[in-house]
């Protein structure tokens, strides 16, 4: 069983949260950051959801101070806001937060979120072909296939495809794609990763009409989505 | 600070060319003064004041006293009443030399030139008493003048045959008739005439060999070629050498061997037998051309005769003399140069005397001092107008420059009149004024300045303070006077603020934050700094700015309340109320109800959302890129395509063909387009579609791109379009009461206000064109990146312009 925490001074907030998450691991509620912080010397969490907004220490400072000390610096954060201005954004994902998800929280977004993050943990598998629903990544070829319909890419197309893939719903910053698909020394303008972008969500049709949302996270980078089922959207 | 100068007139002014003017003069100067100087040396135009020089320094010389062995026998007034009036009877003349040949003398120079023959006997017996002693006589050699053939004068063969040797003897008198100098060797017909006392002195053989080697090669020159030239130096007066009258020779009253080993001249001397001349130093009676010799023997005896500088050397000399005193005209002050002006003829006169005295060379002066002299009058005269048309041309530009723009045209400057010393004076006096309310000007300025400045120097040290300044300084109780420290003012601003900045030193670092302080009364002062210096040179100076930046901050601290108010503390309750609307217990209330409750509180979001959003687009920092503007569009279509599926309106995008390369911010600039698409979709029925279009077009006369967002509602009128981007307009449609209510529940307001400062602040424009019933179409146009119209700015921008893949997208895009 996972153990997720669920950091939130609300206490409304907080059983919600705790509801949608139930069924995903063991969730463990914490009032403030300072428990939260005593509690990860005793024992481990596979997954840790903050407010932004707690009294005392502010939920971007707690994850700074996660981040920064000794117990668990890799835990997966999801940094849950009221905030919805790009800037607050990008300040919550360069204090060291793995995702972000702006309040109102609907379920299926901060489900996706969770389950991308806890998939991680998971070991890879060390084979050439990989799959995310019906994408199938042939490292060996350089080529996906859509169900049986196969795309040629280019080799930077492919390996930017693959990483967004692999990191579906987390926001990827801007440098760190170009440093993984170009390499640290390549001098890349950010409008070639904007070109590869746009080609990719042609040549693998990832546009909101097929279910996947790609598009940039202001300030930032970019993250690909896979969007709820049309119906849910339809009723927000 | 103030700007001073008047725009129109160039800053640098052009290098010096008052020094290029007169380093031309300069050389046109050398040259003039070289031809003179040599002119003058060549025509010998200056020999009247060369030679009243040397007469002076002639008699300055030492004068040895008369040797013992010279002796001038003279043809004297007391003779001539014994013996009666020269000339005497041969038979008597050659008495007095047999008397004379007797004693043995070391040689007799007998100046009497016997042209024609006498009488036999006497003849006879004279040329016997030639033979007895080593006798010379003279010869002459008249020059009739230039281009003429001398014409020689010897005494006859007779008696020239009994003689020890000829020889002329007579000085050369100058153009002033004094006898200065004379010829030791004289050419005639290719024979060689020397002078008489050359012979007699027995130097003849030595001279005559020198002569040969100097004049080596000088053959075929003019008949009466003037060579070997000396000037004569008299030992003294009239009467210097011994003298004795011919009489008491004739009558043999000398005492015996009176003569022996001497050399005796035997001559006229008394001034009515014309063989007298006017020499240096017997200006008034002249000289007995025989005692004219003596001192030309005692010279040739004693070494000590006087050599002119011969012309080469002279004028090579003299050149060399002048181009010195050149090279000094360009690095002396005028000053130094009059000094060295005299101070250098001098020398050069002292030096011609000093040659004359110590070496026996001598080199007429004066060509060089009056060239000397004249050259510098004109130069100092150039010099002066040089400086004098740099200081009319400088002082005529400063009245320009100097805040011609702040005091209007010189008034002065058209009504010069007079001589032009006068009109510079006036000059002067006028800018003198100027700068003085220019100075006044500035002052006033600066004391009028509603916030303090201070003037300080690099170190710290206050040059000036205006009223503001002085007010603050008092009420901390620090001192504001030129010289006093500035730190301490701004250390008490520093230890007022709770998060203290350093004031001092300026920070220089471009872009840096102007750092704050807390003044009197709690009010905050902002330091701006401007550094005051030429340009490209070090800082001289600094401007300190306090800016009272209270209300600014306070207005600051307003906003970013505000913001967070709407950011979070609004945010929250509604985000409370739409999770409470998802709980179970509610699932109960009527369908209606709930919708009502989740359509408000989701309004009241999207309120807060745009009234942040146009915070933002207003005040905050443009964090500007180049981007293709196709990718913002699909992004901004991307994020509306749920609203767009529910309200089943189609966003097409056409394919640009190109690339459009933008400098935006992207996340401001796709707000702007959301803002925009999601009003198109708003507004058009179910069924229809916004197109997004993109043409090329030009802005302010530079390549742009136009956008087109065209919908097919139902249109807007003149009117609502005029308020369109103004804040909390609204777009109230047709009025038909049930799109009324539908623009109503959705519409915040704020969204095009949103897009209208987006795209200004871009640089762009924005335009709407509505018909209604025709639909609407919002056209942004964005300048073009600069030298990226083509955009081929990486490796695979190729891709983009396949044709396959293009279509691929636009096919993807338009479904």
């Avoid at chain 2, 090669?217 to 003294?236: C, K, M, W, Y």
């Avoid at chain 2, 401007?543 to 207005?555: E, I, K, N, P, Q």
């Avoid at chain 2, 920092?621 to 749920?642: K, M, R, S």
């Avoid at chain 2, 529940?745 to 709407?768: E, K, Q």
């Amino acid at each position: 069983m996972r153990r997720i925490a669920i950091v939130e001074d609300d206490p409304e907030e907080l059983s919600r949260l705790t509801a949608m998450l139930s069924a995903h691991g063991q969730c463990v509620p914490f009032g403030d950051g300072q428990s939260f912080l005593k509690a990860i010397h005793r024992g481990t969490f596979d997954l840790a959801c903050i407010d932004w907004n707690l009294p005392e220490v502010t939920g971007v400072e707690l994850v700074k101070r996660i981040r920064g000390g000794a117990q668990a610096p890799n835990m997966p954060i999801i940094l849950i806001t009221a905030r919805s201005t790009d800037e607050d954004i990008v300040a919550g994902l360069v204090s060291g937060a793995d995702d972000y998800v702006t309040k109102p929280v609907r379920k299926p977004v901060l489900l996706a979120r969770v389950e991308t993050l806890l998939r991680r943990l998971a070991p890879v598998a060390d084979d050439h072909l990989e799959r995310f629903g019906n994408f199938t990544f042939d490292r060996s070829r350089d080529v996906v296939a859509i169900g049986d319909q196969e795309r040629v890419l280019t080799t930077k197309e492919f390996n930017l495809a693959l990483l967004l893939f692999r990191n579906m719903h987390r926001p990827l910053a801007r440098s760190y794609l170009m440093e993984e698909v170009w390499g640290a020394a390549a001098n890349v303008s950010s409008r070639t990763l904007d070109t590869h972008v746009c080609r990719l969500k042609t040549k693998l049709g990832l546009t909101p009409a097929n279910g996947y949302n790609f598009g940039p996270v202001y300030g930032f980078g970019y993250r690909l989505e896979k969007m709820a089922p049309a119906a849910e959207m339809a009723t927000k | 600070m103030v700007e001073l100068d008047s725009p129109e007139v160039t800053t640098t002014p052009p290098a010096t060319p008052a020094r290029g003017r007169l380093v031309v003069e300069w050389y046109a100067l050398l040259v003039i003064s070289t031809l003179m100087l040599s002119g003058l040396l060549l025509s010998g135009a200056t020999t009247r004041l060369d030679n009243a020089l040397y007469d002076v320094a002639l008699r300055l010389r030492h004068q040895p006293p008369p040797p013992s062995n010279i002796v001038v026998v003279g043809i004297d007034f007391p003779s001539m009443t014994a013996k009666g009036n020269w000339p005497w009877p041969r038979g008597l003349q050659a008495d007095m030399l047999r008397n004379i040949a007797r004693d043995h003398p070391k040689a007799v120079a007998w100046l009497f030139l016997y042209q024609s023959k006498g009488l036999p006997q006497d003849d006879q017996k004279l040329h016997d008493a030639i033979a007895s002693a080593p006798v010379y006589l003279p010869e002459a050699l008249e020059s009739p003048g230039k281009g003429h053939a001398g014409i020689l004068t010897r005494p006859t063969p007779f008696l020239a045959s009994a003689a020890a040797g000829l020889g002329r003897a007579t000085g050369i008198p100058d153009i002033d008739g004094i006898v200065r100098r004379t010829f030791l060797f004289e050419r005639h017909d290719n024979e060689i005439l020397p002078e008489m006392m050359q012979a007699v002195a027995g130097e003849n053989e030595a001279s005559l060999t020198a002569y040969a080697n100097r004049n080596r090669g000088a053959a075929g020159v003019s008949a009466v070629d003037h060579r070997d030239e000396i000037l004569i130096p008299f030992s003294g007066p009239p009467g210097h050498y011994l003298n004795v009258s011919a009489s008491k020779v004739v009558d043999g009253a000398m005492p015996a061997g009176f003569f022996k080993d001497k050399y005796v001249l035997v001559g006229a001397t008394a001034p009515g037998l014309l063989d007298n001349y006017p020499t240096p130093v017997s200006r008034a009676d002249g000289m007995p051309n025989i005692e004219i010799e003596a001192n030309i023997l005692d010279a040739m005896l004693h070494h000590h005769l006087i050599r002119a500088m011969p012309m080469a050397e002279n004028l090579a000399l003299s050149l060399g003399v002048v181009w010195v005193l050149f090279l000094g005209f360009l690095q002396l002050q005028p000053n130094q140069l009059v000094i060295s002006g005299i101070g250098g003829s001098l020398l050069f006169l002292a030096g011609s005397i000093a040659s004359l005295l110590f070496f026996g060379l001598w080199f007429p002066p004066m060509s060089v001092v009056i060239t000397r002299s004249l050259i510098q009058v004109i130069w100092s005269s150039r010099r002066l107008q040089a400086a004098s048309d740099y200081f009319a041309r400088e002082l005529s530009e400063l009245q320009t420059r100097a805040g011609g723009a702040i005091l209007g045209a010189n008034p002065a400057a058209d009504r010069m009149m007079g001589d032009s010393v006068s009109r510079q004076m006036m000059l002067i006096d006028e800018t003198r004024q100027r700068v003085r309310e220019l100075r006044r000007f500035v002052t006033d300025v600066l004391a009028n300045f509603p916030d303090p400045v201070i003037v300080a120097s690099p170190r710290g040290r206050i040059i000036a303070a205006n009223g503001a300044a002085t007010t603050l300084g008092r009420r901390l109780g620090r001192s504001t006077d030129v010289g006093a420290q500035l730190q301490p003012i701004l250390e008490d601003l520093e230890n007022a603020a709770e998060n203290s900045q350093k004031l001092w030193p300026p920070d220089t670092t471009p872009g840096a934050t102007p750092p704050r302080g807390v003044g009197p009364g709690g009010r905050i002062l902002e330091a701006r700094y401007t550094p005051t210096g030429f340009e490209g040179e070090q800082v001289r100076g600094w401007t300190v700015h306090l800016v009272d930046v209270t209300d600014l901050v306070s207005a600051m601290r307003q906003r970013e309340e505000v913001l967070q108010l709407f950011t979070h503390d609004m945010r929250s309750p509604q985000s409370a109320i739409l999770a409470a609307l998802d709980h179970k217990d509610f699932q109960g209330v009527p369908r209606n109800l709930r919708d009502s409750i989740e359509k408000n509180a989701l309004r009241t979001l999207s309120l807060a959302d745009g009234f942040v959003r146009l915070a933002q687009a207003e005040a905050s920092e443009y964090a500007f890129e180049p981007i293709d503007l196709f990718h913002v569009v699909t992004d901004a279509a991307d994020a509306l395509w749920p609203t767009a599926q529910s309200a089943t309106v189609d966003i097409v995008i056409e394919d640009p063909g190109r690339e459009y390369v933008v400098d935006a911010d992207r996340s401001l600039l796709a707000r702007a387009l959301i803002n925009l698409l999601d009003n198109a979709i708003k507004f058009s029925p179910a069924g229809r579609s916004v197109v997004c279009a993109f043409a090329e077009a030009t802005l302010r006369g530079g390549p742009a791109v136009a956008l087109t967002i065209t919908d097919q509602a139902s249109g807007m009128s003149q009117e609502q379009q005029k308020s369109l981007f103004k804040r909390f307009a609204r777009s109230p449609g047709t009025g038909d009461p049930a799109e009324l209510k539908k623009v109503r529940s959705n519409s915040i307001g704020l969204g095009l206000a949103v897009v209208h400062t987006v795209v200004t602040r871009h640089d762009g424009l924005i335009d709407c064109r509505s018909e209604i019933g025709e639909g609407t179409t919002f056209t942004i146009t964005l300048p073009l990146r600069e030298g990226d119209e083509d955009g081929d700015g990486d490796d695979d921008a190729g891709d983009v312009q396949n044709p396959e893949s293009a279509a691929v997208r636009s096919s993807m895009i338009q479904t």
